[in-house]
């Protein structure tokens, strides 16, 4: 089992940022973020890998977030900037052990942290 636990969501006027938090309770190969507005499904953000530190972006963020990680914590970040309301989502942190940007790639979630971007 993973736990993950988010933190630094909020409310941000648009063009603001915000930074994402997420401990791991143990190392995952993939740690990805997905976000989910109201009536909307889940849409992947980004992913990194634990080892290489590749990453990759859904292009609605590509440019404007960026995901990175500390191993010594298990902790992975996700950088906001340019925020628009659009962003405005609650945020899941994601761990799994296979490369992709489904849903289904991840096994374990955490709670959310809700992101408002006001215009």
């Known amino acids: 089992q993973v736990q993950l636990v988010e933190s630094g969501g909020g409310l941000v006027q648009a063009g603001g940022s915000l930074r994402l938090s997420c401990a791991a309770s143990?190392?995952?190969?993939?740690m990805g973020w997905f976000r989910q507005a109201p009536e909307k499904e889940r849409e992947f953000v980004a992913r990194?890998?634990?080892?290489?530190?590749?990453?990759y972006y859904a292009d609605s963020v590509k440019g404007r977030f960026t995901i990175s990680r500390d191993n010594a914590k298990n902790t992975v970040y996700l950088q906001m900037n340019s925020l628009k309301p659009e962003d405005t989502a609650i945020y899941y942190c994601?761990?799994?052990?296979?490369?992709?940007?489904?849903?289904?790639?991840?096994?374990?979630w955490g709670q959310g942290t809700q992101v408002t971007v006001s215009s």
């Open positions: 994601a761990a799994g052990a296979v490369v992709g940007s489904s849903s289904h790639h991840y096994n374990y």
């Open positions: 990194i890998n634990w080892n290489n530190e590749l990453t």
């Open positions: 143990r190392r995952t190969y993939i």
